[in-house]
């Protein structure tokens, strides 16, 4: 082998040895964006996932679960190829089939594909379904908004009536206030029929005539095929320049207009408070008439908790039948960021078992295994170490009562509870241990 050819192989193999000595070392991170949910995290999710789910069922709405990931054609279709979702923040990959499939970065295309697809609406009615996901979106992560968020969302399919619309607005409130969050706001507006919004759409091009001259064909094929989305645009400029674009309202058809009055009636019968504002606009191209956003002022420039509206011809757009709807999707991670301070259920478990001699374990393996199968959180110390040790990791993992068994508990077929809160202690027979609450409150 040439001199330059050794060199080659010594170079490759110091690398390949510096790699793996550098990865023995290395300390992998979540990618950005994302975090990890740690045990100490999880009360308060689940308080918040069950307020909405006993909200949404007491109203009949039923769970609906669908696939991570869906076609990506599914969402270019349903949220528009202009919307930020569509042309800046999906993950999309080819899979092994040279399929190419998107992680879902909203929930309500993967619920109307399914309305579809299992012909549920195919006799008609109102359909109700609530969702727990998470989504995904490549943004720039924010305080509680993050590239795998996660949301809790209905949709009511089947209704035109304002009636839904207001039920939503009501279950979206009722959510908030159930978490202790009051100081939110309720902003709806109507963005009206098709043909209003095309008519409007010509309007604020007219507009901003003067504006699209001074940018490149890209931004300008942007904004020809969707204007309205210049009525929530961040960047300051365009900001200042909508502030005296033409309002919606002189767009609207008598009926929008009419639907609209009617909308904040029932929304007063709610007792629900409300600001119009006639700039709202939904980042989805799939709304029309209703759209509502909640806001609160305690998370700064970012705002916003959670948006809706109305979506009448999405369902029929996405292959079923002229199905009026409407729905909500409603951030975890910004709702818990607002959320009031709580105390949780602090309790890991409910009994923790101390075998106080060898012959003793038998016994905790059995009296443990019947009492979890009776629905209470028991374990006990797989190393089996001496008593005090035992009784540390009963600390340790925060159980309300150590059930001791040693000896003189096998030889009278009892167990010793002790109330780990107050210190108290008793004996009783290992019948009574199993068939009543003892110690467990």
């Known amino acids: 082998?040439?001199?330059?050819?050794?060199?080659?192989?010594?170079?490759?193999?110091?690398?390949?040895?510096?790699?793996?000595?550098?990865?023995?070392?290395?300390?992998?991170?979540?990618?950005?964006?994302?975090?990890?949910?740690?045990?100490?995290?999880?009360?308060?999710?689940?308080?918040?996932?069950?307020?909405?789910?006993?909200?949404v069922e007491s109203y009949g709405y039923g769970e609906i679960s669908t696939p991570m990931f869906e076609e990506t054609e599914l969402f270019i279709r349903s949220s528009g190829d202009t919307s930020d979702v569509v042309s800046k923040e999906m993950y999309t990959f080819t899979d092994k089939g040279d399929r190419s499939l998107t992680l879902k970065p909203e929930g309500t295309a993967g619920v109307v594909r399914a309305f579809n697809q299992h012909k549920i609406g195919a006799q008609g009615g109102i359909h109700r379904f609530w969702y727990f996901i998470p989504i995904f979106r490549y943004d720039r992560p924010q305080k509680g908004r993050c590239r795998q968020g996660h949301q809790v969302g209905l949709e009511l399919l089947g209704s035109d009536s304002v009636y839904s619309d207001a039920e939503v607005i009501d279950i979206t409130t009722k959510f908030y206030r159930a978490l202790g969050i009051d100081n939110v706001t309720v902003f709806i507006n109507s963005i009206g029929c098709e043909n209003a919004?095309?008519?409007?759409?010509?309007?604020?091009?007219?507009?901003?005539?003067?504006?699209?001259?001074?940018?490149?064909?890209?931004?300008?094929s942007k904004t020809r095929k969707n204007p309205l989305r210049l009525l929530d645009n961040k960047d300051p400029e365009i900001k200042e320049l909508m502030k005296s674009a033409p309002k919606i309202d002189a767009y609207l058809s008598e009926h929008s207009k009419d639907r609209f009055n009617k909308l904040k009636q029932v929304l007063d019968t709610y007792g629900?408070?409300?600001?119009?504002?006639?700039?709202?606009?939904?980042?989805?191209?799939?709304?029309?008439?209703?759209?509502?956003?909640?806001?609160?002022?305690?998370?700064?420039?970012?705002?916003?908790?959670?948006?809706?509206?109305?979506?009448?011809?999405?369902?029929?757009?996405?292959?079923?039948?002229?199905?009026?709807?409407?729905?909500?999707?409603?951030?975890i991670e910004r709702a818990l960021l607002v959320m009031p301070e709580r105390e949780y259920e602090q309790y890991n478990l409910d009994f923790f078992f101390v075998a106080a001699t060898d012959s003793g374990m038998n016994k905790v393996i059995e009296l443990s295994n019947k009492k979890r199968l009776?629905?209470?959180?028991?374990?006990?110390?797989?190393?089996?170490?001496?008593i005090k040790q035992q009784m540390k990791l009963a600390h340790r993992l925060n159980s309300k009562n150590v059930v001791i068994i040693g000896d003189d508990e096998l030889t009278k077929s009892s167990v010793t509870v002790k109330n780990m809160e107050n210190g108290d202690q008793l004996s009783i027979s290992e019948t009574e241990f199993l068939t009543n609450d003892v110690g467990a409150n």
């Open 197 to 220: 919004r095309k008519q409007y759409a010509e309007a604020i091009l007219q507009h901003v005539a003067t504006y699209l001259s001074t940018k490149d064909e890209e931004f300008n």
């Open 272 to 331: 629900i408070n409300y600001q119009v504002d006639s700039t709202l606009v939904r980042g989805l191209d799939y709304y029309n008439e209703t759209v509502f956003e909640v806001t609160s002022d305690t998370i700064g420039a970012q705002s916003s908790l959670c948006g809706g509206g109305r979506y009448d011809n999405l369902v029929k757009q996405l292959g079923g039948p002229t199905t009026p709807s409407c729905g909500v999707a409603m951030g």
């Open 374 to 386: 009776k629905g209470y959180r028991c374990n006990f110390d797989l190393d089996f170490r001496n």
């Open 1 to 55: 082998m040439s001199d330059k050819g050794t060199l080659s192989k010594h170079y490759s193999l110091t690398v390949i040895h510096t790699l793996k000595w550098y990865n023995i070392f290395m300390n992998y991170q979540a990618p950005r964006g994302t975090y990890d949910r740690l045990p100490q995290d999880s009360k308060a999710w689940e308080y918040v996932i069950r307020q909405f789910q006993s909200i």
